[in-house]
């Protein structure tokens, strides 16, 4: 019985392995982009400090810190965290 579950789990591990990467891949990639975002955003953010409405530069400094490493960023990595965890007790389970 455990066999047969085995040869059903084989090409989910496969499926699984191959998305894992490619989320990766598209992570590190946006990563980058946004990264340079945020810089930009938090620049503006705080020249907008001085003009008349200060407001806005609260807006653009929140949006900075969603579009910056510790924002969206970090639940996005640790989503990808879980899913490469999930690939690796598939293949733990494949092993034994």
Not at 29 to 42: D, E, K, M, N, P
Not at 54 to 67: M, N
């Amino acid at each position: 019985m455990k066999m047969i579950l085995k040869v059903i789990a084989a090409p989910f591990a496969l499926v699984l392995a191959l998305l894992t990467a490619l989320c990766w891949f598209l992570f590190d990639l946006c990563a980058f982009f946004l990264t340079i975002a945020s810089v930009i955003v938090a620049i503006l953010g705080i020249g907008l400090f001085f003009t008349p409405t200060p407001l806005g530069g609260f807006v653009f400094l929140f949006l900075a810190f969603l579009l910056s490493p510790y924002g969206l960023q970090a639940v996005a990595g640790s989503l990808i965290g879980v899913l490469d965890d999930g690939k690796s007790a598939l293949y733990r389970f494949l092993v034994s």
